[in-house]
């Protein structure tokens, strides 16, 4: 996943995006149920208070007081899911590529022969587009 802005991001999803990750870390601190909803009520009438904020110099500045703050409160040891990145269980599933299938035996093959024949007018149509766009390989090449 690329880290580099290619859009522009409207001032509400950055402020819905603080929220969240401001709800993250409140979740990180208190892991306790009660306290985490009383503390999550406090935070959400913090962003309500400035919800009618029309002057957007205004809502800039508090967006960037808010990023500060956030910054300065950040869990040493925030939650991660397990299959998002930085989770436990992150990219453990390995996915075999497509060519570990013409190693299947012919009997194996044989449970799921549409899925077979198409395959294989499939590779044949890859082929025939390559050698047009590439042209055929020598025997030089080699």
Known sequence: MSFL????ISHTRKVCSL?????????AWYDRR??????AVLLRARFDENRDVKDLRVAQQLLEEGEKELFSLIHYQPKKFTLSPGGVAFD????PPDWV??????????AYPEYFARREQRKKEYVEWWE??????????H
């Open 34 to 39: 009660p306290m985490y909803r009383y503390r």
């Open 5 to 8: 802005q290619v859009e522009v």
């Open 19 to 27: 929220y969240k990750r401001a709800l993250r870390n409140v979740e």
């Open 92 to 95: 453990r599933e390995v996915l």
């Open 132 to 141: 047009k766009t590439y042209g055929k390989p020598t025997e030089a090449a």
């Open 101 to 110: 299938l013409d190693y299947w035996h012919p009997m194996e093959k044989a």
